[in-house]
Every structure is written in structure tokens, then in C-alpha cells.
């Protein structure tokens, strides 16, 4: 129920060997920074582009 306020949600573990500084909201390349609002209305999995 709360993912209903979320704009945003990183999915994947932090891995220190991916660790990227410059990427946004997320500490390592291998997570994805899901776009909860546009996932919940079209379905699927959409990932937030900056």
C-alpha cells in the first residue's frame, strides 16, 4: 500500500565491485531505478530515464 507514494524505488542489491558515484539515486550500476507511477498505470516494469 505505501508504494502508492512513491515516485521512484531502486530495485537490486548494492554491489561494491559496481559501485558507480556519478549514477543517479542508485550507488551501483547493476540496480534499476524503477519508475513506480508510470509501472503501477501502464503495467510492466518501466525504468526512470533521466
Request: net charge neutral; charged share 30%.
Amino acid at each position: 500500500e505505501v508504494i502508492k507514494y512513491l515516485d521512484v524505488i531502486v530495485d537490486g542489491p548494492f554491489m561494491i565491485d559496481k559501485k558507480n558515484n556519478q549514477a543517479k539515486w542508485k550507488g551501483s550500476d547493476n540496480q534499476r531505478v524503477i519508475d513506480v507511477k508510470r509501472t503501477i498505470s501502464e503495467g510492466g516494469i518501466h525504468e526512470h530515464t533521466t
